[in-house]
């Protein structure tokens, strides 16, 4: 399974957007499909796109749950072991 990344838009310049993942590695990737995206806004990035503008306040709810899934992921692989 694969979870979309978080990052912030640093710019936009026509269908190109850089953006700061939230480990801090700056990328560009395609804002096509969310073309009224703006500085400043929490995206969700999948395959070097834009799928989704979210909230700041999403930001820290969807970080808890990424964390508890890899927890689940962990103890689902240890338990295969």
């Not at 953006?19 to 969700?44: C, D, F, M, R």
């Not at 990035?45 to 820290?60: F, H, K, M, S, W």
């Not at 709810?61 to 240890?78: I, S």
Request: hydrophobic share 45%.
């Amino acid at each position: 399974m694969c979870l979309p990344l978080i990052a912030r838009v640093q710019t936009v310049e026509g269908n190109l957007a850089q953006v700061k993942l939230l480990e801090g590695e700056i990328v560009h990737v395609n804002a096509s499909l969310q073309p009224q995206v703006t500085e400043g806004e929490y995206v969700l990035l999948d395959r070097g796109l834009i799928i989704e503008i979210i909230d700041a306040g999403q930001v820290e709810e969807m970080l808890r749950f990424y964390t508890e899934l890899t927890t689940l992921w962990e103890k689902e692989d240890a338990a295969h072991v």
